[in-house]
Every structure is written in structure tokens, then in C-alpha cells.
């Protein structure tokens, strides 16, 4: 925590951030006990990659020692699983809150629920060594922690087709072509460019950026005469909080 910023950092470099339901429930309780103050939220992964992904003894009989395994999942009632998946996603979900902007700084590998860690922040900031991957159909398996909309909504339904069924690695160059980075840096500048945007975030007006991120994600579901109403709406609250 420093003020307004909270960061986030995945710190088990020497397995390459690899998630595990401890993570997920980590990263949940993080989100309750987020406190009022903070405004933006960095989510990092330390060492050479982001996050290789799931951590793969999850797919071994043994299991990760305290969280079990896939196979002592599949022979559990299909309703228990889905709750520990919606346990997880909670995780995730809360980094689209209106009242923060997140924000993955994203180097190396970002692989699987790596990559979807990602793309549950708002914005991505990446090194030019960078390489996300969707992995899990190559494994038989979905992308289930909250990845698939916002990969469709910021690189569209085709390319999401396209990166999720071939699960190919997605490179510095495309990402910041395809919408997937904001910008894309030296390995060296991450943290100087993430420092960047986070005071660009932090000079604007607090209660106009929540109200204004409010909009903008509410903006697709909307008709244009509904999201007019929805700007009215915001702008009436806001002028009374201003000169009321
Ligand atoms: N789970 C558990 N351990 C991992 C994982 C993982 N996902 N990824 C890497 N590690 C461990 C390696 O076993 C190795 O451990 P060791 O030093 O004890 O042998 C250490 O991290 C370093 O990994 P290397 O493979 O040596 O590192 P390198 O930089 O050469 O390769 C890479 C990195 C490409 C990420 C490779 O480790 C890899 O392919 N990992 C698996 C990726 C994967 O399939 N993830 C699951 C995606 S699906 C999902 O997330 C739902």
C-alpha cells in the first residue's frame, strides 16, 4: 500500500507465478479488505515471467499438498466444483470495481490463468519480451477465470477464436497492435512506465473518474439514447457535488 496505489505482486518467481487456489483466494481477500482510499491497483509478477499459469501439480493425483487436484475434483459433485470456481473468479472479478483502475504489468510469460489475470485489469502495460498465451483448450480445458470477455471485447470475437482454439503465443508487437496493451516497453521501463500511468490516473478528479469509469463499462450494453440518459444522470450527481 502507498496511499492511493495498492500493488499487488505474484512472488514465486522461481516457479513463475504459478496459481494456485491459494492465489485466487489471496488475491479475493485482497479485493474485500481493499481499502477506501486506494484509486489504482497494480497487479505485477516478479521475476522473469508474469505467470506461467495454473500450477501444473494441480493435473497430478497428488494435487498441490492442502488444495487437492483435478482428479480429486472430478470425482466430486459437479455443483461443489462450479462454487470453487466462482471462489476463484472472485479473485479476479473484483479489479473491474469502478472505484479503481488496475492495472497488470506484464512481463515474460503470461500464460493461462496468467494471461487471464491480465486481462482482469483494466489497462496492461507490457515488455517487449512479453508472451501471452491461452492455453487451456490445448490442455482440454476452458478459460474459466473471467478471461473469455474481456479478451472478445478488446481484440474481438474472431482473434479471440483465433488466439483461444490455436493457442498460440500472442507477442509485444500484435498485442499493442490487437488492443490486448496499452503500451508496450524495455523490460528495464516497466515499472517506470507503470509509475507513469499510475500519476496520469491519480491527476484526475476522484469521484469523476469512478462516475466516469461507471459509464464507459456500462456504455456496450446501452443503447445511444440510454447511455445519454446514463451521462445525464452522472453529470447531474456531479454538479451537485460540485457547486451544490
Ligand atoms: N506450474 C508449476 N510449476 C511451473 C509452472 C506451472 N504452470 N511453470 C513453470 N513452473 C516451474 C518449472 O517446473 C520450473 O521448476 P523447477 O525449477 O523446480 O524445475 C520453474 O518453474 C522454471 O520453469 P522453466 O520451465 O525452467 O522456465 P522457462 O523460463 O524455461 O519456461 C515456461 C517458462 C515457458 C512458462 C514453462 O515453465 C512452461 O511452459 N510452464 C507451463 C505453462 C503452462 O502450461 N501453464 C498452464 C496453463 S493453463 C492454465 O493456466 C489453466
Not at 19 to 39: D, H
Not at 66 to 93: C, P, T
Request: glycine share 10%; net charge neutral.
Amino acid at each position: 500500500m502507498d496511499g492511493e496505489i495498492a500493488t499487488i505482486t505474484l512472488a514465486r518467481p522461481d516457479k513463475r507465478n504459478a496459481q494456485t487456489f491459494a492465489t485466487w483466494s489471496a488475491l479475493a481477500r485482497i479485493g474485500e479488505s481493499l481499502p477506501e482510499q486506494v484509486r489504482v491497483v497494480v497487479v505485477k509478477g516478479e521475476g522473469p515471467s508474469f505467470s506461467a499459469g495454473i500450477d501444473l501439480r494441480m493435473f497430478t493425483p497428488e494435487g498441490v499438498p492442502g488444495q487437492g487436484s483435478f482428479s480429486s475434483a472430478a470425482r466430486s459433485d459437479g455443483a461443489d466444483f462450479e462454487q470453487r470456481i466462482r471462489q476463484a473468479q472472485a479473485g479476479f472479478l473484483w479489479l473491474r470495481r469502478p472505484e479503481i483502475v488496475s492495472i497488470a504489468a506484464v512481463q515474460g510469460h503470461a500464460i493461462g490463468a496468467g494471461f487471464q489475470l491480465a486481462l482482469a485489469c483494466d489497462l496492461r502495460i507490457v515488455a517487449d519480451d512479453v508472451s501471452f498465451c491461452m492455453k487451456e483448450p490445448a490442455l482440454g480445458l476452458v478459460p474459466d477465470l473471467t478471461g473469455t470477455k474481456p479478451l472478445v471485447e478488446l481484440v474481438g470475437l474472431a482473434k479471440a477464436i483465433d488466439i483461444c482454439l490455436t493457442a498460440r503465443t500472442v507477442h509485444a508487437d500484435e498485442a499493442m497492435r490487437i488492443g490486448l496493451a496499452e503500451r508496450v516497453v524495455a523490460g528495464g521501463d516497466l515499472d517506470q512506465a507503470v509509475r507513469e500511468k499510475v500519476t496520469q490516473l491519480l491527476s484526475t478528479n476522484r469521484d469523476a473518474a469512478v462516475a466516469t469509469k461507471r459509464l464507459l463499462q456500462g456504455a456496450r450494453a446501452r443503447t445511444l439514447e440510454e447511455q445519454s440518459v446514463a451521462e445525464g444522470i452522472e453529470q447531474a450527481a456531479r454538479i451537485k457535488a460540485l457547486f451544490g
